[in-house]
């Protein structure tokens, strides 16, 4: 038996920058959490340098 090749076709009717606009949103909010751990990590160091020049003034 001859295997049938799967054909599928989606319909948009959004214009493209709606349809970006949309993708953009579900991968902000999928990545929220990583942004805003990276953003805590990055934020760490710079908190440690303020408090080091703080107590050598």
Known sequence: MKKRKLNYVIHN???MEKTA???LEI???AN????EQALRE???????QK???ECAV
């Open 13 to 15: 009717p959004n214009t």
């Open 42 to 48: 990055a934020a760490a160091p710079n908190e440690e």
């Open 51 to 53: 408090d080091e020049t």
């Open 27 to 29: 991968l902000i909010a």
């Open 32 to 35: 929220a959490e990583k942004v």
């Open 21 to 23: 606009d949309f993708l």
